[in-house]
DNA sequence: GTTTTATATTAAAACGTTTCGATAATTAAT
DNA sequence: ATTAATTATCGAAACGTTTTAATATAAAAC
């Protein structure tokens, strides 16, 4: 617990040279390496992060904000994307700070205070996030990365997950094992993510050519709001309204799923057997509900982990022209769409 | 995004002066006062987080510090204790750390990095923790709270919940339903929480007198690992196996409670006309669960932000002897009982 | 055996605050 | 009108690093 100086003095060195064995820079003579790195460790001596980050003009702290909602509230999706970001901070020395911000959100007010005092060197933007944030930390130049959302009419550099082959292969898993009368059910397209989720569901289905275009809108809800199991409720409540009910419903996420199921319930519908139901984003309790849902699975810690090198390198030097990066889903069967492996 | 020297002659006073009004201390005059505010505002000048740190020798970080498998499994509880700590927070100008230890932990290799570099001033343990960890923290004398926890024949700061009394008003509250025959479906009692909990179930049920110890003992299932949905399953599928089936269930938690429902569906048994449910914790998904689950609701926001003000006391001056601070419960009665409110 | 180049070490300045003690100016007390 | 107490301001040291530029030594090149 002593400081950079005692160290020095045990050593017999200066401390500059303390410095560079710290930081491992320029030459130092392997022995005087070995005498420097022996009195670190009798002193047991740690290094000051202010003196430290005073001295290089860096806070190494990054931040990461998500939803009020979105953190309070069902969702554990962007908890593992923060723990990923976690992960590969620990290799670094830097730290992540989490906080949340409000729905109705005024740059004016409602800043995080990390960034009110400047005590970020980035920032990490989780899922859907006020765009009024992005625009301030655009105009105030500090660096930031989209994570699993993007901002219509914009260029950031963000880390997205690949919607649209996930929704591919999801639907693709439904057909191949034999339905035919496909649903939709999904929350606001403000989220490019569903919109994405959507455009996969219905091109698959346009490709293999097993309904057309006036069923697809018939067997299609959504709401615009933000996802929520009551949705998935409404949706497939909405859907079993059609002459001939769906055989197979597609959920734009896991949460709007458990809605479905639910209801399914309720109904005693059975799944899979009347009807399939997949999800999407693989949550903890999609292996646990009743029955197990099948859904596409998201690498949520890839994603923090991914999210983190890239606000990392815009960091180091802005992007231009600014990046996306796209994450690989897998599909994992379970009991709702009866073909468990 | 000058430094307080700008302010200082931007102003024409001192920089001492400037840091006087910075944090209000000692003597200024309202004017000069005025004009050093001024001068701040219009420079929009922030002052330097590590040179503060670095000049009154503090980290201003906290930590806190979670079981792994509790961030990351289903669990949604300790997620918002984490946000009623930043809550807090925000109205001092520290920041909270958060990171995750693995079950198995060496404090030799597995300390947190804030931890190893002496970056926090005071560390918040949520949940069931190693208890290598808390003997580490005591011995580097390291300012530390429990939260939701203690350690067996250890005195340790901590805020509690009222574990003993909400599974009181629980248990009551079936009993004043008409139930007769409880059973008590838990994970290990090496959570303090649980144990109480149980406590709480048993002493109601001995002073209403509606089962003799022996009954008690038949219609108490206990498994002695971390709650899951799974335990709720094995335990719920144990106590059917007595004679005269439970018309009620207290579940040691809300997760234990799903895995609970969860069988009792399978089973075809409903509820609650054949059986009632009871969790603890009122996770989110208690009010989406088919039927929604009575349970009894932790405030955990204010579980956090009692910790972050215990805390703040420890760091200021070890409390001697240590404080154990009680947080209240509410029931709250959904479909799983019958008897919404 | 010089000159060049590479290796090794250091003194000193800089990073941007807080705080102590001294001093000055004002107000209150005698 | 002094003295004492209070209010106001400031210079300078301290906090513990990094980094630049200078200097010293050793190795390589000629």
């Known amino acids: 617990m002593g400081t950079i100086r005692d160290i020095a003095k045990k050593a017999g060195v200066s401390i500059s040279t303390v410095s560079l064995v710290l930081n491992n820079k320029g030459y130092v003579k392997p022995e005087t390496r070995q005498k ?11 290094p000051s992060r202010s003196a430290r980050k005073l001295a290089t003009r860096t806070n190494g702290n990054i931040g990461f904000i998500i939803w009020e909602s979105h953190f309070y509230e069902v969702e554990m999706f962007y908890s593992q994307v923060f723990l990923g970001m976690e992960y ?3 290799r670094s020395d830097s730290y992540i700070l ?11 007010t409602d800043l995080p205070r990390f960034l009110k005092y400047n005590d970020v060197d980035g920032v990490a933007l989780a899922g859907r996030v006020p765009h009024e944030l992005a625009l301030y930390l655009e105009n105030e130049r500090i660096p930031f990365v989209l994570v699993d959302y993007n901002i219509p009419g914009k260029k950031y550099n963000s880390v997205q997950i690949d919607n649209y082959n ?10 191949e094992s034999g339905r035919r009368r496909i649903g939709f059910v999904g929350g606001t397209f403000f989220h490019s993510s569903i919109k994405e989720r959507y455009r996969g569901f219905k091109e698959c289905i346009e490709h293999y050519q097993i309904m057309d275009a006036d069923q697809i809108a018939r067997y299609t809800f959504v709401e615009d709001t933000e996802t929520s199991p009551a949705i998935g409720e409404k949706g497939i409540s909405s859907l079993l309204k059609n002459d001939q ?3 197979a419903v597609f959920c734009c996420n896991d949460t709007t799923a458990m809605g479905v199921i639910k209801e399914l319930h309720k109904r005693q519908i059975k799944i899979p057997d009347d009807i399939a139901v997949v999800g999407f984003d693989d949550i903890p ?16 810690l890839v994603l923090g982990k991914e999210a ?20 690989a889903t897998t599909l994992v069967k379970r009991e709702s769409t009866g073909v468990e492996e």
Chains 1, 2 share one sequence.
């Open 308 to 327: 983190f090198n890239l606000l990392n390198e815009v960091i180091e030097n802005p992007l231009e022209p600014p990046q996306t990066r796209i994450i």
């Open 166 to 175: 996930g929704a591919n292969s999801a639907v693709q898993h439904l057909i």
């Open 98 to 108: 989490l906080t949340t911000v409000k729905e109705e959100f005024d740059p004016k």
């Open 245 to 247: 009910k769906p055989d």
């Open 285 to 300: 309790n999609a292996a646990y509900s009743a029955p197990r849902l099948t859904t596409v699975k998201v690498p949520k």
């Open 88 to 90: 590969a901070a620990r």
């Open 36 to 46: 420097i790195i022996n009195a670190i460790q009798e002193l047991n001596y740690k």
